[in-house]
């Protein structure tokens, strides 16, 4: 059996690369990991080195698995693929927060999407949410016929640099983006009132399209804050991991949060809001959630201050090194593992598969 993924917006270049740091660019480069040699799906019919590009018509669909990253297609995907084949084999990939379609018809396309194609998600607690989806918008027949499961995205531990302490400790805005979702304002507000009692470098890396909006031009204007692009590779992003003090989440929601788990393995210090999705990332035990801005400035000013203090206190929290517990709930062998046994178990043998060696 082989592999083709979908994914609507796919950044290639000339030379064949798949480009971008959004987190959908970044999962199909895993994927391609993960299954080398696998088709992805496009315009036009195009080979480069490591992969095949073809319109979705022409892929094998006898012997391919369509993993399709546009969930709310998958239905009008199956259709396609039945010009050539009578039992199209499609997966769902699920890589976002289930309430990210508010639009009743598109929540309804994706609850059904998940109820007829087996669905594979990016963290259990998508896997939760996209169930309860299900069993609340479709048929029980189709409820109960469902086949959903996932795991934590995690991350690439050897990208680890190690640590560079900073004169003045520096705060990331931890995403790339100033939706209302992230609630930038919020993030803006506590920043300010730690630099009001003690230096602090307040950093944000911005998608393009966002560093023009109020919320990037309002922190831009303090002079303790560096507003930019993002990073022009993967190695000057971690390099920028290792010398950052702490970071403050505000999203009201995240379906796994991979760039704080990037931030924390790096040894950045994580404030949290005390949210069920935060909970979902860290041990039980975590010290550093807030409830409020006050609460949250406390535990920012008691981490620019006195960061080796602060660690030292998460290591005790959990009761054994954090990064020990983090290597082994969000590494991301679990989930190039995770993966590719649910294909093999709903679809039969893949070809070529580059498991994580153990």
């Not at 998958?74 to 084999?89: G, I």
């Not at 931890?174 to 602090?200: G, H, L, N, S």
């Not at 560096?226 to 009201?252: M, N, Q």
Request: overall charge negative.
């Amino acid at each position: 059996m082989k592999i083709a993924i979908q994914h609507e917006f796919l950044n290639v270049d000339s030379d064949g690369h798949v480009t971008g740091h959004e987190a959908g660019d970044t999962l199909v480069r895993r994927l391609l990991r993960v299954f080398p040699g696998a088709q992805l799906v496009g315009p036009r019919t195009h080979r480069y080195a490591d992969f095949d590009m073809v319109p979705l018509g022409m892929i094998d669909a006898e012997n391919t698995v369509l993993i399709n990253m546009d969930v709310v297609n998958s239905v009008e995907a199956h259709r396609a693929l039945l010009a050539t084949c009578p039992k199209p084999k499609i997966m769902n990939f699920v890589w976002w927060n289930e309430d990210r379609f508010t639009d009743d018809v598109e929540v309804a396309q994706i609850a059904l999407s998940c109820a007829l194609f087996p669905t594979f998600t990016n963290s259990d607690r998508t896997t939760s949410g996209i169930g309860a989806l299900v069993k609340n918008l479709t048929v029980q027949q189709l409820s109960e016929q469902a086949h959903i499961t996932g795991v934590n995205l995690g991350i690439r531990m050897e990208h680890v640099q190690p640590r560079e302490e900073t004169d003045v400790p520096v705060v990331l805005y931890p995403a790339i983006y100033v939706t209302e979702r992230k609630q930038p304002d919020m993030f803006i507000d506590i920043v300010e009132r730690v630099a009001k009692r003690t230096p602090i470098k307040v950093e944000a890396r911005l998608a393009e399209s966002h560093l023009v909006s109020a919320p990037a031009m309002r922190l831009g204007a303090k002079h303790w804050a560096k507003v930019g692009p993002l990073l022009p590779s993967r190695e000057d992003y971690w390099k920028s991991l290792a010398r950052t003090t702490a970071f403050v989440a505000t999203a009201k929601e995240e379906s796994y949060g991979l760039e704080y788990v990037e931030a924390l393995v790096a040894g950045v210090i994580g404030i949290f809001p005390d949210a069920d999705w935060a909970h979902a990332l860290v041990p039980e035990r975590y010290p550093f959630f807030y409830r409020g801005v006050s609460e949250a400035e406390g535990l920012l000013l008691k981490a620019v201050q006195d960061p080796a203090a602060c660690r030292a206190e998460i290591d005790q929290a959990v009761g054994q090194p954090f990064s020990d517990w983090l290597n082994a709930h969000h590494n991301d062998d679990n989930f190039e593992t995770a993966i590719a046994d649910a294909i093999e178990k709903w679809f039969g043998k893949v070809d070529n598969v580059n498991r994580p060696k153990r």
